[in-house]
């Protein structure tokens, strides 16, 4: 039997079998330090606690299981004492031996605690410092709400969207799962150490039943450990308290970023006056859309539009089309005749009035919660017109340079000051000074059964005089403008006037996909135009441009005019003709891509000459910018499209060539025959 030497403090048994074995206190020593250290750090712990009845109710319930342990374990060492006293002494020898191995075994075992614990140790350092950065993170985040609900403040005037700071919330939130993350990985390393603890305790328990009469002496370490469990589930329980006070600040912040989405939703709408206007941009990048009432009022910015189109065209109305769900804020103020302005990268592209508004269908035929909105431009006022006939005559005329004689017809039957019937005036509208640009002098003339607008249209054909309604909203302006040769610029390559040149190509990057067409085959070179009257009584007119053709270059067509009243309105009618009929239609149509050096509005409008090539098919086209589209759709993004040259004729449109754009004679007083027939442009 080994020697033992007594340490200071040590105690002995008293029975004289167990005489040579010490009290375990020597090793406990480590253990209660480290219990100490837990004991300051259940002290750290309780600022922390709000929800003690729930820990409380935990704790009992763990007390109740600790009791029926503690009853099974004390059942089952008396079983086993029981049936060890049984033993003869004959197995004395045996048992002797089994107990001088039991101390080795006692020894491991205190080792592997002491390792036990010094392993807490660390990891209760680990979460003293996860939540030293949790308590960091709070304060921060307290610090960002309480800056936030300051910024919320001052975005309720300066209706500024806080996208930057958001998407700052949105990155300390992702922070935050990921240290929730860790925690709950500490958590569930922390359960997996309890597990083992409880494991190696019952093992302890184990060895103190093989050691059976010293199985009362390791009472006190057994009742550390279970102590040690106890807190050790209650620290458990704080932990968990923490992850749910953790997730109710998450829940909160989530509640605020969703506040603030509703508070960007309110500004979005809500805004009356000009100068939210001016600084609230909506989600569609570089595009404004603004309705006004009647009187030039603004209502409301349209951010919720789907679909819109723009279509801008040379001597006729354009076009605004979009969307809009009948849910929108906006929609109470898309009335037949409010105003529209749509602008582009602050350019305006459109404005006009409210005309149509029908039910979008589905797919199924069944009418959707959208509606879709029509809006023309102001050249619609002029559609609205008829020429006014002076007093006592059969018509009205004028004989001045062409473009100031479109300017005469516009102000006396639609500008204050000209027209008799003040009923008749399209308020607002004014017409630019005379200029005297086309270089001839010709008699214009309708009746009151003409239309302006279509007259006007016929005369730009005719004489190649583009005219336009320049329209401000905002400024309550609309003037009546007249250019000749065209409305924009020469920028051809080569162009007599040096001005920059326009080029559009797949190479230079500003094509994306390109239409080309070229028809001659309802082309003609000479048209005979009738006035009224019939057969000697009738005046014909013959037209054509340059030299008559003959021969196979001979392409001839009639047309009635029964209503004119001078030789100039034939000839008008057989230019305008041959404008469109007399060469043969070319023409391309383009999908533009803008570069940093060929943008909208800045290096070309409509109206201007451009030229267009296509490398791979050999194209090169100077002609007019005739049309420019511009599409968004629902995901933002922008398609523009733009015609060059003459457009592609429709059937129709090559019907009405062959019949001739006016209708039948029915004046049986014709004008009196002209001293020639031959006439050349």
Excluded at 15 to 25: A, I
Excluded at 625 to 633: K, S, Y
């Amino acid at each position: 039997m080994p020697e033992w030497t007594t340490t200071a403090g040590a105690e002995w048994a008293t029975d004289e079998k167990d005489s040579w074995l010490p009290r375990p206190y020597t090793k406990q020593v480590s253990l209660d330090v480290f219990l100490t250290k837990q004991v300051s750090l259940d002290a750290l712990l309780k600022g922390t606690l709000a929800k003690q009845v729930s820990l409380d109710s935990y704790l009992a319930y763990q007390c109740t299981k600790q009791n029926s342990l503690d009853a099974y374990l004390a059942y089952f060492k008396q079983t086993s004492l029981d049936a060890d006293l049984k033993d003869t002494l004959t197995k004395q020898a045996s048992l002797d031996s089994l107990l001088q191995a039991a101390p080795t075994k006692q020894t491991s075992l205190d080792a592997y605690l002491v390792y036990v614990v010094i392993k807490q140790t660390a990891l209760d350092a680990d979460l003293k410092g996860a939540l030293s950065k949790q308590t960091a993170l709070d304060v921060l985040l307290k610090g960002i709400l309480a800056r936030q609900v300051s910024l919320d403040t001052y975005l309720a005037y300066q209706y500024t969207k806080p996208v930057s700071l958001d998407a700052h919330l949105v990155s300390r939130l992702t922070k935050q799962v990921s240290l929730d993350a860790r925690l709950v990985n500490r958590f569930t390393k922390q359960t997996s150490l309890d597990a083992h603890l409880v494991n190696r305790f019952t093992e302890q328990t184990s060895v103190d039943v093989l050691l059976k009469g010293t199985f009362t002496k390791p009472v006190s370490l057994d009742a550390r450990l279970v102590n040690r469990l106890t807190e050790q589930i209650a620290l458990d329980a704080r932990l968990v308290n923490r992850l749910t006070e953790q997730v109710s600040l998450d829940a909160y912040l989530v509640n605020r970023f969703i506040r603030q989405s509703l508070v960007d939703a309110l500004l979005k709408g809500t805004f009356t006056k000009q100068v939210a206007f001016d600084l609230y941009l909506t989600k569609e990048t570089g595009y404004r859309v603004i309705i006004y009432d009647a009187s030039g009022t603004a209502l409301a910015r349209v951010g919720d539009h789907q679909n819109l189109r723009v279509r801008q065209r040379v001597n006729k109305t354009w076009q605004l089309e979009f969307d809009i769900h009948r849910d929108s804020e906006n929609y109470q103020h898309l009335a037949i005749d409010n105003l529209m302005q749509v602008q582009r990268n602050e350019v305006t592209i459109f404005a006009g009035m409210i005309k149509k508004r029908t039910p979008r269908f589905g797919e199924d035929g069944k009418a959707t919660q959208y509606e879709h909105v029509f809006a023309p431009s102001f050249e619609i006022g002029l559609d609205g017109r008829r020429i006014e006939r002076a007093s006592g005559a059969n018509y009205m005329e004028v004989t001045d340079n062409v473009d100031d004689a479109m300017k005469f017809m516009v102000r006396y039957n639609a500008v204050a000051g000209y027209v008799g019937d003040a009923k008749r005036v399209l308020t607002d509208l004014s017409v630019e000074a005379d200029k005297a640009e086309h270089p001839s002098s010709r008699k214009l003339a309708g009746t009151y059964k003409d239309n302006l607008l279509e007259r006007l249209m016929g005369w730009a054909d005719a004489y190649s005089v583009d005219f336009w309604i320049d329209a401000d909203v905002e400024a309550g302006t609309y003037v009546f403008r007249t250019k000749y040769p065209q409305r924009g610029t020469d920028r051809t390559v080569g162009n007599p006037a040096g001005n920059p040149h326009m080029v559009f190509s797949v190479n230079q990057g500003n094509i994306l996909s390109l239409e080309y067409w070229e028809d001659s085959f309802d082309t003609c070179s000479l048209v005979y135009v009738g006035g009224p009257g019939e057969g000697r009584a009738q005046t014909i007119r013959k037209v054509y441009s340059g030299a008559e053709p003959e021969g196979w270059a001979r392409r001839e067509r009639f047309i009635g005019v029964a209503d004119a009243q001078y030789e100039d309105e034939l000839d008008a009618a057989g230019q305008a003709h041959l404008a469109t009929w007399g060469d043969s239609i070319k023409g391309v149509r383009f999908k533009f891509q803008e570069t940093g050096s060929c943008k909208y509005g800045a290096d070309f409008n409509l109206g201007d000459l451009a030229t267009v090539y296509d490398e791979d098919y050999g194209i090169s086209l100077g002609r007019k910018i005739e049309e420019i589209e511009f599409a968004l759709g629902k995901d933002g993004i922008e398609d523009i499209m733009l015609q060059v040259g003459s457009p592609e004729p429709t059937q129709w449109e090559l019907f009405q060539a062959r019949l001739g754009p006016y209708e039948s004679f029915s004046d049986a007083v014709a004008p009196n025959e002209p001293t020639g027939l031959g006439y050349s442009t």
